[in-house]
């Protein structure tokens, strides 16, 4: 089987040559219920700054598959990388996700010239390849699995070696999406992490991550199938 997606330059190879194996194998270690999460209005913000209803209605507390999601804190997040439709400026057709990890924005585009944009964080080192790839399957509170080099160096992490389960401090979040290439895991994931303040950085140990509610907001958009275009550069 061919590895490579033809004009873009994603393979399998590259990516374990361009992170390192560690920081592979580190990639799948950051790496189910019910219908759209449930928003619960009325409930006061941390430090009373969550008055804005529509900023309540994205990033108030949710409830989802049993668990209570905390708010947004919008003081530790910076504006620009809250949920908000925009122009299309990606040059993709509707229905493919865009990651831009230069500029930490990932974009779902749309009918009629638009795109949602979501805030990002990505991999602190080692995160270089570019390319396309596909959302081959999806899941909801997923279980957290760290590979067993992981294990090694961080012996606190024994306790998880068969898996972590679900919640709200499951560093994969509420949602997770596994991108293939040719059928073969990438090891990339999309996923929502309990730490939304990292959003905007390059902190994660590979994979790019999303604030628990917008993740919930994308999987509820994204179908299995959907093609992936991830660039290095950034757009302009």
Known sequence: MNDQIR?????????????????????????SSGSRARILEGRAGPGGSMRDPAF????????????????????????????????????????TMVIDTANRFAYFTQ????????????????????????????????????????????????????????GLKNPLGARALYLFQNGVDTLYRLHGTPEYWTIGKAVSSGCVRFMNHDIIDLYDRVPDGTPVVVIQSGMA
């Open 56 to 95: 309540l209605s994205m990033y108030g507390p949710i409830e989802d598959g049993g668990y209570l999601i905390p708010p947004i804190d919008p003081k530790l997040v910076d504006p620009m990388f809250f949920r908000q439709e925009v122009a299309n400026m990606t040059g993709e057709a509707p229905g």
């Open 111 to 166: 009918p009629g010239g638009r795109a949602m944009r979501y805030g990002v964080g990505i991999g602190r080192e080692g995160f270089s390849w570019s390319g396309r790839a596909i959302v081959r399957f999806k899941r909801k509170w997923p279980t957290w699995t760290p590979p067993s080099e992981m294990v090694d160096r961080q012996p606190e992490l024994e306790v998880y070696r068969n898996g972590m389960e679900p």
């Open 7 to 31: 004009g873009r330059g994603l393979t399998r190879r590259h990516l374990l040559m361009g992170m390192g194996l560690s920081a592979a194998a580190a990639v799948a270690g950051c790496t």
